[in-house]
């Protein structure tokens, strides 16, 4: 299933899922060998958690194709060009700034007067 998924993909969306296919074959490839040494007795019999193993990275390539080829990327809004968006903090301060030059004004007035 994920052979046929990832073929399928890399037809209709992108090339690189043909890589996935490619991968999935390949390794079908060496579980066939593996197997094809086991019955023809090149393979010890204690080698037997050989082959577990292999079918193991298998069942594991086969869910992870799946999982890449049935993601789908989620699509962040965009932000429409033009200034960006700032906040003026320093206007607290400078009403500070402006209130104590009046009084500071007033003072002076007073001193002079």
């Known amino acids: 299933m994920s052979f046929i998924m990832s073929a399928v993909q890399g037809s209709i969306v992108s090339g690189t899922y043909f890589l996935l ?3 999935l ?3 079908s490839v060496v579980g ?3 197997a ?3 019955r023809s007795g090149d393979l010890s019999a204690d080698k037997i958690w050989f082959i577990f193993l292999v079918c193991l990275v298998i069942i594991f390539q086969c869910i992870t194709t799946n ?3 049935f ?3 989620e699509t962040k809004p965009t932000v429409p060009p033009g200034p960006t968006p ?3 903090h320093t206007k607290p301060h400078f009403e500070l700034i402006t209130g104590m030059e009046g009084l500071l004004d007033n003072r002076n007035m007073a001193d002079n007067g």
């Open 25 to 27: 074959v390949i390794s």
């Open 86 to 88: 700032h906040h003026n």
């Open 71 to 73: 993601h789908s990327p």
């Open 36 to 38: 094809w040494w086991y």
């Open 21 to 23: 296919t490619i991968n």
């Open 67 to 69: 999982i890449y080829v």
């Open 32 to 34: 066939l060998v593996v």
